[in-house]
């Protein structure tokens, strides 16, 4: 029996709650047919009231695990088979409550394919209204949840409307199974049936797996990922539909399916509305198709509308039936196909309805994953709609106000619309007119999409108030590109302060967000590398609500091109054997500022552009950006091809910064030449020894050797041409200046005839200064001998300490003893460095140095860092139950090891033990042995009974004796005379001898 207990949409399948009597006995219960470890499934109570929902995995043989969770008001749940111990599982899932719940399930395949999965209905009749065999494999899982067997006949729909291949299964109770349609298979849609008129009725919940479909259009990859598509009462279409979504566009398409589910043929009109209500401009729109009884149009809507516009278009699909010539219209089945042409990403819109309050459940995905919304407000008044996010747990996040402008639809990313909707939890959608709602979701890089569907929500729901408050704001480039403009820019770092101080980043979508916080006055302060943004920060004041629309806009900074390293390369031509197109690139290394490393965003149908792009620092070599490596702020590397090399002459190099919407800014550019072959530099002498960056006031000269050298031969230092006399074909004479030798490094002397490239160059070394060192704080230390020591940091002051400029991580080093340790660079006058333990583990005296980067002169002076031992404390004693027996002979001793517990004992230290039989005071123990920092093991003479008392010693320097100790050593007699009379006095207690008021030593009576 059949009974539809619920129905969220008057067309969708997706929220229909039925009664199933094999299952539940009365309440609503959900179907998920084709379940698999690659599942989650959440379980939502949208409602005022808690609830409990059982979870029932059948697998496909129909064996049973399940499980019961409590569902507060507003809260959710996520289960996998592996919550009930499964770690493999097909089969299906039945979730079953005593009210209407809110459920859905994803499904992840490999690194990349993925989809949406919503409960299916049960009927005796199905139809799954998108299955194109005929360019695809079709799986087709069906699952028998009555107390009869079922007997499923598949019936294989042609586009013609031919049905002459059925599939058929017999399928026990409580069974699944899985029917495989071959990607050869000519069909186009498909029927589920179980009726049977020598059988009870026995209906099915079914859907279909849509694998590899290949979408026919100009360009269309095959599809790699894949689309699920529900099996849905017949009885649930009429005579028109409205799909919610389509796009339309550079690198996007959408293909509109059409099912006629009529014995005769009738006239079907399909028209496509953008978003702003307005017609998709084309030839043909609406459509008119003329489909025979059972037949099946699917085109897409450049060729079904003749679409004339090249731009973006999103909008809805409307299909109407009209019938044949003097025949009502019938039922007809419109779905929509959408994926982007050059990646594989595929999603399958059904016909949703106009509602007042439903949901959406969300993932806690990061900005790899897009979430777009399409709102459909098909009435003659605005919609004024609520959107609350409410996480798992059911704490409400955020709460906002949009509107639905009549006749229109307002289309947008989760991102931009409701930014602070991140995490575990749903969105509740509460509007004041009915509205269509529907969602795509998708991979940043458009290789799989899936469709979201809104589900049922108590219209009696109220979100509870908000516990914490939320600062969010988004971050965008705000020129115009190739690009679009208004793109979200990541990465950005944000600081907040006052009542919490926190710090973040903004997202892939240039959202930033601080959650959990109380109410108060907060600054926002943000923290940009490689771009300006403004404002620079904003006073922000909490008091009952979140801080939203907390926008900035960047600026790109423009970079600056100091030095090209080469700045020369052959010309690639025949005449140079040796350069021959194709046999490499030339690599150069490019020294200046205001580089950034890249970022590369991908566009999608809701952020208006589809192009792949980088931002960042790259390289343009005349009019070719070239592949770029951003090392660091002030260094990059660039590798330019032979192609670029073909004509002697010229070329200007800049260094780009790249903007997230495609705008950009140049650096000032430095020239490049394509030569031929250059003069030969052998030596070069004369030059001042040592030089030392930034200390020369005057030029010098310097005699270059080599070959080849004429009149117009140059000198370049640095690769800027300089003063130079010629002297023979095999010496000239070039002037360096200071300004060439004021940065510590290696500086390139090379040669260069006219039209030829520079030589090998000579590298000039102008060394880094020696270093001072002016001081060590702490100038001591206490040795650190516990074994679990961690590095100690001291802070190096002086003067004259190094940073290579091109390598911001080559400093300045700080050495031990001669041994180069971990230093962090603070400036020319300040470093700091970590000292291992092992070098501070004994007290002496310590050598600081510093050593600049190479090229250098020498180390710096030496300063002293004095370690001294520690102070040792004894916490504790313990020498087992060590005892004196008195009738010891005179004189007689013996020897007792003691564990002494503590702190800071020094790999010397030795124990002292002052014993109370004479008046000799503390002497060494007869032996030492140290454990470690926190243990020693004394041995000690007992020579009679008594409190001895015991210190540890540190040795100098530092260190010292620990407190004194004191340990009992008690008399074997007293002990045994203790136990006596308190034995006499059990016995005596216990015979009624006796009484209560009986006087006798405490010590006994108490032990």
């Given at each position: 029996m059949e009974k539809t207990a619920f129905r969220l949409f008057a067309i969708m399948l997706i929220s229909a709650l039925l009664n199933i009597p094999a299952l539940a006995q009365g309440g609503f219960s959900y179907i998920f047919p084709g379940i698999t470890t690659n599942n989650s499934i959440t379980i939502g109570n949208i409602s005022p009231q808690p609830t409990t929902a059982t979870v029932a995995f059948y697998d496909s043989s129909g064996k049973l695990n399940s499980l019961t969770v409590e569902l507060g008001a507003g809260t959710q749940t996520r289960v996998t088979p592996a919550t009930v111990g499964l770690t493999t599982f097909t089969g299906s899932v039945v979730i079953s409550g005593p009210q209407p719940l809110t459920v859905s399930g994803d499904q992840f395949e490999g690194n990349t394919a993925f989809d949406f999965i919503y409960p299916a209905e049960l009927s005796t009749n199905l139809l799954i209204p998108f299955a194109p065999g005929d360019s695809g494999a079709v799986d087709v899982n069906v699952f028998n949840p009555g107390p009869n067997q079922a007997e499923v006949k598949v019936v294989l729909m042609q586009s013609s409307g031919a049905h002459t291949d059925v599939r058929t299964a017999t399928l026990d109770p409580l069974h699944s199974t899985t029917i495989n349609i071959p990607s050869s298979t000519n069909i186009s849609y498909a029927f589920v049936e179980t009726a049977n008129l020598l059988r009870p009725n026995s209906p099915v919940a079914a859907d279909a797996v849509i694998r590899n479909f290949a979408p026919g259009t100009s360009g269309g990859v095959p599809r790699s990922d894949f689309a699920i598509v529900p099996a849905i009462p017949t009885n649930q279409f009429t005579t028109s539909a409205v799909v919610p979504f389509f796009v339309q566009g550079p690198d996007y398409f959408s293909i509109v399916q059409v099912d006629n589910l009529s014995n005769s043929q009738q006239t079907v009109s399909v028209t496509a509305v953008r978003a702003d209500g307005t017609p998709l401009p084309g030839t043909n729109n609406p459509a008119s198709i003329v489909l025979p009884a059972y037949a099946s149009n699917r085109q897409d809507i450049l060729t079904m509308f003749g679409a004339t516009g090249t731009g973006f278009s999103t909008g809805t699909i409307s299909v109407k039936a009209s019938g044949a010539s003097g025949v009502a219209?019938?039922?007809?089945?419109?779905?929509?196909?959408?994926?982007?042409?050059?990646?594989?990403?595929?999603?399958?819109?059904?016909?949703?309805?106009?509602?007042?309050?439903?949901?959406?459940?969300?993932?806690?995905?990061?900005?790899?994953?897009?979430?777009?919304?399409?709102?459909?407000?098909?009435?003659?008044?605005?919609?004024?709609?609520?959107?609350?996010?409410?996480?798992?747990?059911?704490?409400?996040?955020?709460?906002?106000?949009?509107?639905?402008?009549?006749?229109?639809?307002?289309?947008?990313?989760?991102?931009?619309?409701?930014?602070?909707?991140?995490?575990?939890?749903?969105?509740?959608?509460?509007?004041?007119?009915?509205?269509?709602?529907?969602?795509?979701?998708?991979?940043?890089?458009?290789?799989?999409?899936a469709p979201r569907l809104p589900l049922y929500a108590s219209a009696n729901f109220t979100p509870p108030p908000q516990g914490s408050f939320t600062v969010v704001g988004t971050v965008r480039d705000p020129n115009t590109g190739v690009n679009g403009s208004n793109i979200g820019v990541p990465n950005v770092a944000f600081g907040l302060s006052g009542p919490t101080q926190a710090t973040t980043a903004t997202d892939g979508a240039g959202t930033f967000m601080f959650r959990d916080l109380p109410a108060g006055r907060y600054s926002l302060t943000p923290l940009p590398v490689g771009y300006t943004v403004s404002p620079g920060g904003s006073t922000i004041v909490i008091t009952n609500s979140n801080s939203r629309n907390n926008d900035f806009s960047i600026g790109l900074t423009t970079p600056t091109l100091v030095s090209i390293n080469p700045a020369s390369a052959l010309v690639n031509s025949t005449a140079n054997p040796t350069s021959v197109s194709g046999a490499g690139t030339v690599q150069i290394t490019v020294q200046g500022s205001n580089f950034t490393p890249p970022t590369i965003f991908t566009g999608n149908v809701f952020t208006g552009n589809v192009n792949q792009f980088t931002t960042g620092s790259v390289v343009v070599f005349g009019a070719s950006q070239v592949p770029t490596t951003v090392m660091n702020p002030t260094l990059l590397t660039a590798s330019i091809d032979q192609s670029l090399l073909v004509t002697t002459g010229t070329v200007q190099v800049r260094v780009r910064n790249l903007g997230p919407s495609g705008d950009f800014i140049d650096s000032a550019p430095l020239t490049f030449l394509v030569g031929?072959?250059?003069?030969?530099?052998?030596?070069?002498?004369?030059?001042?020894?040592?030089?030392?960056?930034?200390?020369?006031?005057?030029?010098?000269?310097?005699?270059?050797?080599?070959?080849?050298?004429?009149?117009?031969?140059?000198?370049?230092?640095?690769?800027?041409?300089?003063?130079?006399?010629?002297?023979?074909?095999?010496?000239?004479?070039?002037t360096v200046l200071p300004a060439d030798v004021t940065v510590p490094g290696f500086v390139p002397i090379t040669v260069q005839n006219p039209n030829s490239v520079d030589s090998a160059p000579f590298q000039l070394a102008v060394l880094y200064p020696i270093p001072i060192v002016n001081s060590v704080s702490p100038s001591s230390l206490s040795a650190q001998v516990a074994l679990s020591a961690q590095p100690v940091q001291v802070t190096i002051s002086g003067a004259s300490f190094g940073q290579n400029p091109n390598n911001l991580l080559d400093t300045a080093t700080v050495l031990v003893n001669g041994t180069p340790i971990v230093t962090q660079y603070i400036s020319s006058t300040q470093l700091t460095a970590l000292i291992p333990p092992s070098f501070v583990a004994t007290p002496g005296v310590l050598q600081i140095?510093?050593?600049?980067?190479?090229?250098?002169?020498?180390?710096?002076?030496?300063?002293?860092?004095?370690?001294?031992?520690?102070?040792?404390?004894?916490?504790?004693?313990?020498?087992?139950?060590?005892?004196?027996?008195?009738?010891?002979?005179?004189?007689?001793?013996?020897?007792?090891?003691?564990?002494?517990?503590?702190?800071?004992?020094?790999?010397?230290?030795?124990?002292?033990?002052?014993?109370?039989?004479?008046?000799?005071?503390?002497?060494?123990?007869?032996?030492?042995?140290?454990?470690?920092?926190?243990?020693?093991?004394?041995?000690?003479p007992i020579r009679c009974a008594g409190t001895y008392q015991i210190e540890v010693e540190n040795p100098q320097p530092g260190g010292g004796l620990s407190a004194p100790v004191p340990l009992v050593v008690p008399s074997s007699a007293s002990l045994s005379a203790d136990h006596n009379v308190a034995a006499l006095y059990e016995r005596r207690r216990s015979s009624g001898l006796v009484t209560s008021s009986a006087v006798i030593d405490r010590r006994y009576r108490d032990k």
């Open positions: 219209p019938s039922p007809v089945a419109a779905t929509v196909a959408i994926g982007n042409v050059s990646e594989a990403g595929l999603a399958v819109m059904l016909p949703t309805s106009a509602q007042t309050a439903f949901a959406f459940q969300v993932r806690g995905t990061g900005r790899e994953f897009f979430t777009g919304l399409a709102f459909q407000n098909s009435g003659t008044s605005d919609a004024h709609v609520t959107l609350s996010f409410v996480l798992d747990q059911g704490a409400t996040v955020s709460n906002i106000p949009i509107v639905v402008p009549h006749s229109q639809q307002q289309i947008a990313t989760l991102a931009d619309i409701f930014p602070e909707a991140q995490g575990n939890g749903f969105i509740l959608v509460r509007s004041d007119a009915p509205i269509t709602a529907a969602g795509l979701d998708g991979r940043s890089d458009n290789s799989a999409l031929t072959s250059p003069p030969t530099l052998t030596s070069v002498t004369g030059q001042p020894s040592p030089i030392i960056g930034g200390t020369v006031t005057s030029p010098f000269t310097v005699v270059v050797n080599g070959s080849g050298f004429t009149p117009a031969t140059q000198v370049r230092v640095n690769f800027l041409g300089r003063p130079t006399t010629y002297v023979n074909q095999n010496q000239v004479i070039g140095t510093v050593v600049n980067p190479q090229p250098n002169l020498a180390p710096s002076n030496a300063a002293p860092l004095f370690i001294t031992n520690p102070a040792p404390a004894i916490t504790s004693l313990d020498a087992g139950h060590v005892t004196w027996n008195p009738n010891t002979p005179a004189n007689a001793f013996f020897n007792q090891p003691v564990v002494i517990t503590g702190t800071n004992f020094s790999p010397s230290a030795v124990a002292w033990v002052n014993l109370p039989c004479d008046s000799l005071g503390f002497r060494k123990a007869l032996s030492t042995v140290r454990n470690s920092s926190t243990q020693i093991i004394a041995t000690i």
